[in-house]
């Protein structure tokens, strides 16, 4: 389903009109043919990806933390890599690998700040204490770009920070891809694998412990690599948000709870929504509509659906 | 008398460095084969016991002893096979489905990227057979009863297959038909072998199951022993700070008190 969403989103766009390619103009038209393979091509697998990194990195934490509600963007992640753009694009320069590297770089200062916050803490429980510190780590971050608006160039890097925000994968090149596609691999190869546990986490830890987990040890793995993979993707794609916070409940409805069915549903999902949600970025419009809005507008009208139809089950 | 093969030796323990004192060179066993009940008021240290025993807490002082090794000496799933736990009650944050959870149970079975095979679904579809749930195998857990899910996390603790089974408060949420019910369960288990510890507050259930009575208050053992030797009126008037009576009626104990 999510192969033939790609094939059929790669022929289809504004070239040379508003249609899908045949496969024998491609054969024969040389342009027709480097737009599908250089351009079309790298950012449609980015799509994927992007959606596939999100929707598993927001059932992670979701599962891991008990609560339907938390998100990939969640633990500062997010916030910092915003800050880390818009850092770049007003004090140093606007190219696309040095703005990403930024954003890659306080994503994981974001991880690191929150996680070092919630450990100086002491009161509640460990999930009460990283969501507070997360909190207050992602509203430091957020003021601070507030910050860097207010400095910021109105006419030159405003836009440009502007545009990160909302998200866009209309810069994508195969080097960029290429770049984040070890870390991406990785990090989804061992939150895949290690699925079944995953449930067991969701366990009150000291029952995922008589079942013979290393509760804390199993979690941080598997945090960790769901920052890794959110990290690198939203370094080249900007803020795309509400798709790890709606595709893993989607999943759960739809494939049951258990993880080792809810996590590749959940992966589904996100790659075809995205994949789909980028159709309609490049080509609803002769400009681009960044990315960020459509997620969070069919994401927002999804969430707004499920709240007043499903019983979410918050307890904690 | 049979060996132990659950101890705490001399353990203090105390939840943390500022804390106050749970235990101070505390000992119990737990013989091999036994149906032992830990008989004590409302925070008597009972559930901080189980967790020491479990190797969830770590003693600051004192051993504990799993068949005469340290439980250090044994890894994490070694550990999961030996021991179960049942715990009072859980949150339990998504829809999971009765025999999903049973089938957690299975966990310490499988290497860590391993998927549970159809042998262990039998051995979980077992286990909910055994507490009598098994027709309500496709129902999630999260809408049932506390009783039933009671039944349910006994259920995901039997699919364990432990040789231990440490139970907190088991029957403290169910009626009387599944508290009957859960205490013949627990007969059967050990007649199959399988040593079991509970804790309760009500001598009602020490005295329907126990063979072994470990009377405490306050972090300290009161008594302990064959459930004859400390199941008396004087040590249980003790121990709760009321007048107790145990009488005989039709061959069992019977607990009165004013």
């Known amino acids: 389903m999510l192969l033939l969403v790609t094939v059929l989103s790669l022929l289809f766009g504004r070239y040379p009109g508003l249609v899908l390619l045949s496969p024998e103009r491609l054969a024969d038209d040389e342009l027709a043919r480097r737009l599908v393979l250089n351009l079309r091509l790298p950012r449609l697998i980015t799509a994927a990806l992007l959606g596939i990194c999100l929707a598993a990195a927001g059932e992670v934490l979701q599962v891991i933390f008990g609560n339907p509600l938390v998100e990939p963007g969640f633990l500062g992640v997010s916030q910092g890599a915003a800050f880390g753009?818009?850092?770049?694009i007003v004090f140093l320069n606007s190219l696309a690998w040095m703005v990403q590297l930024s954003a890659a770089l306080f994503a994981f200062l974001g991880l690191v700040f929150s996680y070092f916050l919630a450990r100086r803490m002491h009161y509640g429980g460990w999930v009460l204490r990283l969501v507070l510190s997360g909190i207050a780590v992602s509203a430091l971050f957020s003021a601070?770009?507030?910050v860097l608006k207010y400095l910021a160039d109105p006419l030159s890097q405003l836009p440009e920070i502007t545009f990160w925000l909302l998200g866009g994968l209309w810069s994508i090149t195969w080097a960029q891809l290429l770049?984040?596609?070890p870390a991406v691999i990785a990090g989804l190869l061992v939150i895949y694998r290690l699925r079944w546990r995953l449930n067991l986490l969701s366990l009150?830890?000291?029952?995922?412990?008589?079942?013979?987990?290393?509760?804390?040890?199993e979690r941080a793995l598997l945090l960790g690599c769901s920052v890794v993979i959110t990290a690198a993707v939203v370094s080249v794609s900007g803020m795309v948000g509400w798709v790890g916070l709606i595709v893993p409940h989607l999943g759960r409805r739809l494939f049951g709870a258990d993880a080792r069915y809810a996590l590749p549903g959940a992966m589904l999902i996100g790659g075809i929504f995205t994949v789909l949600c980028d159709d309609l970025a490049r080509t609803l419009l002769a400009g681009e509509i960044p990315l960020g809005i459509l997620?969070?507008?069919f994401g927002a009208v999804v969430f707004i659906l499920l709240m007043s139809m499903q019983r979410l089950g918050i307890q904690r | 008398m049979t060996p132990a093969l659950l101890a705490l030796q001399e353990v203090t323990f105390r939840y943390n460095s500022h804390g106050q004192v749970v235990f101070e060179r505390f000992s119990i066993q737990v013989r091999s084969g036994s149906i032992t009940a830990i008989l004590g008021?409302?925070?008597?240290?009972?559930?901080?016991?189980?967790?020491?025993?479990?190797?969830w807490l770590h003693p600051q002082d004192g051993r504990v002893l799993l068949n005469d090794q340290p439980l250090r000496a044994y890894s994490r799933r070694e550990l999961g096979q030996w021991i179960a736990l049942v715990p009072q009650g859980e949150h339990i944050p998504y829809d999971y489905t009765v025999l999903e959870y049973a089938l957690f149970g299975r966990t310490p079975y499988l290497r860590p990227l391993d998927m549970p095979t159809e042998e262990d679904r039998q051995a979980a579809r077992q286990a909910l057979e055994q507490v009598g749930i098994s027709e309500k195998e496709h129902q999630f857990v999260t809408r049932?009863?506390?009783g039933e899910r009671q039944l349910v996390l006994i259920a995901r603790a039997l699919a364990q297959q432990p040789r231990i089974l440490l139970l907190d408060e088991p029957t403290s949420h169910l009626d009387l038909g599944n508290k009957n019910r859960l205490l013949h369960l627990l007969h059967e288990l050990n007649c199959q072998g399988v040593t079991i510890l509970l804790t309760t507050h009500e001598p009602e259930v020490a005295a329907g199951v126990a063979s072994d009575v470990i009377l405490m208050n306050r972090g300290r053992v009161l008594r302990s022993g064959p459930l004859e030797q400390v199941f008396t009126s004087q040590a249980l008037s003790e121990a709760y700070g009321v007048n107790v009576r145990v009488h005989q009626l039709e061959g069992r104990r019977v607990v009165l008190w004013m």
């Open chain 1, 85 to 88: 753009a818009a850092l770049c």
């Open chain 1, 295 to 297: 997620t969070s507008l």
């Open chain 2, 144 to 146: 049932m009863s506390g």
């Open chain 1, 144 to 146: 601070a770009v507030g």
């Open chain 2, 41 to 55: 008021p409302n925070g008597a240290g009972k559930t901080t016991m189980l967790h020491l025993l479990l190797g």
């Open chain 1, 204 to 217: 009150e830890d000291q029952t995922a412990f008589s079942l013979g987990l290393s509760p804390a040890r």
């Open chain 1, 179 to 181: 770049a984040i596609l």
